[in-house]
C-alpha cells in the first residue's frame, strides 16, 4: 500500500462512489506538479524524486479509476489481508461464471459481431449493479463477507471484460 | 569519463537569454529540424532554403554525404549509400531479414547483435548511420539559431519498443545532442494540431511515414495531451507502397526477382514517383529501360489495400483499448507523407466516419510539435499556459515464468512513468539464484516475444522452494526506456538492469564511436583524447618492455617473443601519428597478444611465492 494512501493524495476520503470526472481533472492538475518534464533541467536527484512521484501518482489514479481495484484497495486498508487468488465461498456465482464462459465460446465458434455487443451490454449492467451493490456494504463490517465476495466478482467481470477485448482482436484477423 | 562530456548541455545562458533547443524529426525517408523563433515553431532551413533533409547517407572513402544528393547517388553507389536506416534501428540481423524484403547491403555481424552495413568507410551500425544525419541537423541548427544547444527532442514512432527507442537514443549521443526527451510522434503532432487550432476532446492521429505506422488516442484537456491508447507496426509504411509497385513492374515486365541492387533502388525511385504522382493523376505511364505500361489509381489502390487494412486493424484496436466509442472522436488528423495517398484518406475516414484533417503540412508536423515541447523542456516559459504530455507504452513488459510463458507486469497503454512490482518464489529447495528474463510483447510464448535482457539474481539464502520472496520491480521513465531490479524480500540481496537490449550497442562500442567520431570533430577535444590515446599506448609499451626484460627469456619461445616485439614496434611508430582510433586499435591488438604472458608470468610469481610454504599455510 503507497503512503499516503491513494484517496489523500488526491484530497479524498476513503470511498467507492467517486467522480470519475472530477478524479480526472485533479489528476491532470496533480500530474502537472510533478512530471518528470518540469525538472528537465534540475538535479538528478530532483528528477529521480519527479520520476518516482509522478509513478506513484500514475498508479494511485490507475487503481481509483477502476472500480475492481478501487473495491479491493479500500478492503485491503488498514492492513487487512486479501490474497489474490482466493476463492470466496461463493457457488451462485459460480454457476454465473460458467454460464457467461460458455456463451462467450459460443460467439468466439459463431463469430458473431452483433452477440458480442449484446454480451458487453450485458456485462456492462452486470457491472453496474455490482458496483452498486458494493458501494452499499463495503464499509459495514458486518457485512464484510459479502463486500469481500462482490469484489471478486468485480474482479472476474473485469477479466471477463478484457477476454472479450482480446476476442474482438482474433475476430478482427 | 571525460569523452561523454561533449554530450552535456551548453554553458548556462545568460538570464534573459532564450535557451536553444530544437525539436527533431527523425524519419525513415525524410527528416526536419525545427525551433521556435518569436514565439512560432516552424522548420529550419538549410543554406539552400529546403527545410527537408532526405534521410540518405552515403560513405566515401574521406568524408560522408548527406540528404538530396547522396539520395540521387544510391541506384548508383548502392553498397555505400544507406536509405531508410530508421527500419534498421534497434533491429538484429534476423529482424531484418524478417522485413521481408531486399536490402541492397552488405550485411556484417558486430560485437553486439547489430547488423553493421559494409562501407567504403568500414562496417557502419545503423545508429551510426543515424547519428550522421543528426549532426547534419545540428550544425544546420547551431547555423540558423546562431548557439550552442541546449537540448533537443527527438521522436520516435510511438509503437518503437525499448531496443528501437535505445538506440534512437544513442545515435543522438553520438551526434553530440543532448537528448531532452524522446517523444512519440503522433504525439508530437498532436500537440501541433492541438495548440494550432486550440482543441479540446479526443482526437486520433493517424501517421503513416515512409516506413512506420502509429495510431495514437488523445484527450486534450486545456494544455494537457493524455495519451490513451496507442498502436501501430513499426514496419509498415511508404516504403511498402513503393515495393509493392516495384513488385508489379518486375512481374509486369517479367524481370527476374533477383535483381542486383542498383538495379532495385532504380525500380525503386521509379515506383516512389508513379506513387507520388498517382496523388493527382488517375492514371501514370511508369517506363522502365524499354518497357512502358499505365498504372491506375485503381490497380495502385489493389495492390496497397493488404497495408492499408493493417493500419485499419491498429486503429480499431487502439480505439478499443483507448475505451471511448468511436463516435467520441471529434477529429481525425493525418500525419506523414504517405498520408497523402487519396486511398488512405478514404479508408480513414470510411472508418472514423468523418474526414480526417490536412491543414497541417504531414511532413512538418511532428517536428514543429517536437519544437514546442524541447522549449518548454529547455525551461523557457510558454504564452499561454504550460503543457503536459502523459504518453503511455507501446507494448507490454514482463518477465518469463515457468514453461516458457510471459507475464505481464505492466500491460500496454499504461501512463507513464510508472514503477510495478511483481513477486515470485523459488521452486527448487537451496535455490540460490533466479534467472530473470525481460520481455516486451502481447503474446503468450516468449518465444513470440521480445527479449530485452536477462540477469540473474544471485546468494538468495537456502530456503525450502516457495519460502523465498523475490520481488521484481519494473520502472520506465519518460521517455519509455526502462530499468529493472530484483531483491530478495528476507535478506535484501538485490540485483538490477538498466534495460541494454541485444540490439542495441554495448557501452563499449558508443565509446568507441564517440571517440571516433573526434576524428572528424577538428577541436580540441579530439586532441585530448589522442593525448589520451597516446598516453595509454605509451603506458603498456613501458609495461611490456619492462616484462620482457624481466621474464622474456624464461617464458617466451623465439616465436611468441618476435609477435610481441612486432606488435610493440608497431604501437611505437603509430604513437608518433595521430590517428588516435589506430592508436588505440593497436593498444588493444598489444595488449592481447601479451594475454598469456602476463598470465605466465602472474602464475609463475605465484608459484615462486608458495614455494616455501606447506598446504596448510595456503589454506588459511
Known amino acids: 500500500m503507497g503512503t499516503p494512501c491513494h484517496f489523500a493524495l488526491f484530497e479524498l476520503q476513503p470511498s467507492f462512489t467517486l467522480d470519475l470526472e472530477q478524479l480526472a481533472a485533479r489528476y491532470r492538475e496533480l500530474a502537472r506538479g510533478v512530471h518528470p518534464d518540469r525538472f528537465a533541467d534540475a538535479s538528478e536527484r530532483e528528477q529521480r524524486l519527479a520520476l518516482e512521484q509522478s509513478a506513484s501518482l500514475n498508479e494511485a489514479y490507475q487503481t481509483l479509476k477502476s472500480p475492481p481495484k478501487r473495491a479491493r484497495y479500500l478492503l485491503a486498508m488498514g492492513g487487512r489481508e486479501l490474497p489474490l487468488e482466493v476463492t470466496v465461498h461463493d457457488p451462485d456465482f459460480l454457476m454465473q461464471q460458467m454460464q457467461w464462459r460458455e456463451e462467450l465460446e459460443e460467439l468466439q465458434d459463431e463469430a458473431d459481431l452483433p452477440g458480442i455487443a449484446t454480451f458487453k451490454r450485458r456485462l456492462k449492467v452486470a457491472q453496474d449493479q455490482l458496483n452498486d451493490s458494493f458501494a452499499a456494504c463495503w464499509n459495514d463490517a458486518a457485512q464484510r463477507e459479502q463486500a469481500e465476495r462482490l469484489m471478486r466478482r468485480m474482479q472476474f467481470l473485469d477479466k471477463l471484460t478484457y477476454e472479450v477485448r482480446q476476442l474482438e482482436e482474433r475476430l478482427d484477423d | ?620
Open chain 2, 1 to 620: 569519463m571525460a569523452l561523454l562530456q561533449i554530450a552535456e548541455p551548453g554553458q548556462s545562458p545568460q538570464p534573459h537569454q532564450r535557451r536553444l533547443a530544437v525539436g527533431i524529426d527523425l524519419g525513415t525517408t525524410n527528416s526536419l529540424v525545427a525551433a521556435l523563433r518569436s514565439g512560432l515553431s516552424e522548420p529550419l532551413p538549410d543554406a539552400d532554403g529546403q527545410v527537408i533533409l532526405p534521410s540518405a547517407v552515403r560513405y566515401h572513402a574521406d568524408h560522408v554525404e548527406v540528404g538530396q544528393s547522396a539520395k540521387l547517388a544510391a541506384a548508383g553507389d548502392p553498397f555505400n549509400t544507406v536509405l531508410s536506416v530508421k527500419r534498421l534501428m534497434g533491429r538484429g540481423l534476423a529482424d531484418v531479414k524478417q522485413l521481408g524484403e531486399q536490402l541492397p547491403y552488405r550485411f556484417v555481424g558486430g560485437e553486439s547483435h547489430m547488423p553493421f552495413i559494409d562501407t567504403v568507410q568500414g562496417p557502419k551500425s545503423p545508429v551510426e548511420v543515424s547519428a550522421e544525419i543528426l549532426k547534419v541537423l545540428r550544425l544546420r541548427a547551431e547555423a540558423s539559431l546562431g548557439g550552442e544547444l541546449v537540448g533537443a527532442v527527438i521522436t520516435v514512432p510511438a509503437y518503437f519498443d525499448e531496443p528501437q527507442r535505445q538506440a534512437t537514443k544513442d545515435a543522438a549521443r553520438l551526434a553530440g545532442l543532448n537528448v531532452l526527451r524522446l517523444l512519440n510522434e503522433p504525439t508530437a503532432a498532436a500537440v501541433a494540431y492541438g495548440l494550432d487550432q486550440n482543441a479540446e476532446g479526443v482526437v486520433a492521429i493517424y501517421d503513416l511515414g515512409g516506413g512506420t505506422f502509429d495510431i495514437s488516442i488523445l484527450r486534450l484537456t486545456r494544455g494537457v495531451f493524455e495519451v490513451l491508447a496507442t498502436g501501430g507496426d513499426s514496419a509498415l509504411g511508404g516504403d511498402d507502397f513503393d515495393h509493392a509497385i516495384a513488385g508489379w513492374i518486375i512481374e509486369q515486365a517479367g524481370l527476374s526477382a533477383d535483381l542486383d541492387p542498383g538495379t532495385q533502388r532504380h525500380l525503386l525511385q521509379i515506383a516512389c514517383a508513379a506513387k507520388e504522382a498517382l496523388t493527382d493523376t488517375a492514371s501514370v505511364e511508369v517506363v522502365y529501360g524499354d518497357w512502358r505500361a499505365a498504372l491506375t489509381r485503381e490497380a495502385f489502390d489493389a495492390l496497397i489495400e493488404p497495408m492499408v487494412a493493417r493500419s485499419l486493424k491498429a486503429c480499431r484496436r487502439a480505439v478499443r483499448d483507448s475505451n471511448v466509442e468511436l463516435d467520441e472522436v471529434q477529429a481525425v488528423v493525418m500525419v506523414g507523407g504517405s498520408t497523402r495517398v487519396p486511398r488512405v484518406r478514404e479508408a480513414v475516414a470510411e472508418m472514423f466516419g468523418r474526414q480526417p484533417l490536412t491543414e497541417i503540412d504531414p511532413d512538418q508536423v511532428v517536428a514543429i510539435g517536437a519544437a514546442i515541447q524541447a522549449d518548454t523542456l529547455a525551461g523557457n516559459k510558454r504564452d499561454g499556459g504550460e503543457l503536459l504530455l502523459l504518453d503511455v507504452i507501446p507494448l507490454s513488459l514482463g518477465l518469463e515464468t515457468m514453461g516458457g510463458l510471459m507475464e505481464k507486469v505492466i500491460p500496454r497503454n499504461t501512463t507513464i512513468p510508472v514503477a510495478r512490482a511483481q513477486d515470485f518464489t523459488t521452486y527448487k529447495d537451496g535455490q540460490s539464484a533466479m534467472m530473470i528474463h525481460v520481455l516486451q510483447g502481447e503474446r503468450e510464448l516468449i518465444s513470440d516475444c521480445r527479449s530485452l535482457a536477462r540477469f540473474e539474481l544471485r546468494g538468495i539464502p537456502a530456503m525450502v522452494a516457495g519460502a523465498a520472496k523475490i520481488r521484481v520491480t519494473f520502472q520506465v521513465d519518460a521517455d519509455g526506456l526502462l530499468d529493472v531490479s530484483a531483491r530478495e524480500l528476507g535478506s535484501g540481496v538485490e540485483a538490477s538492469i538498466q534495460v541494454k537490449p541485444s540490439y542495441g550497442l554495448t557501452d563499449g562500442e558508443i565509446a568507441k564511436m564517440l571517440k571516433d567520431s573526434f576524428q572528424y570533430a577538428g577541436d580540441d577535444k579530439v586532441a585530448r583524447v589522442l593525448r589520451e590515446q597516446q598516453v595509454d599506448a605509451q603506458r603498456l609499451v613501458e609495461a611490456v618492455q619492462a616484462a620482457l626484460e624481466a621474464d622474456g627469456e624464461r617464458l617466451l619461445d623465439a616465436d611468441e617473443r618476435m609477435v610481441i616485439d612486432l606488435q610493440v614496434q608497431e604501437l611505437t611508430e603509430l604513437m608518433k601519428g595521430t590517428d588516435g582510433y589506430a592508436i588505440e586499435q593497436q593498444t588493444k591488438r598489444l595488449s592481447q597478444v601479451t594475454d598469456a604472458f602476463a598470465a605466465r608470468r602472474l602464475d609463475s610469481t605465484v608459484k615462486a611465492a608458495l614455494a616455501g610454504r606447506n598446504l596448510n599455510e595456503i589454506g588459511e
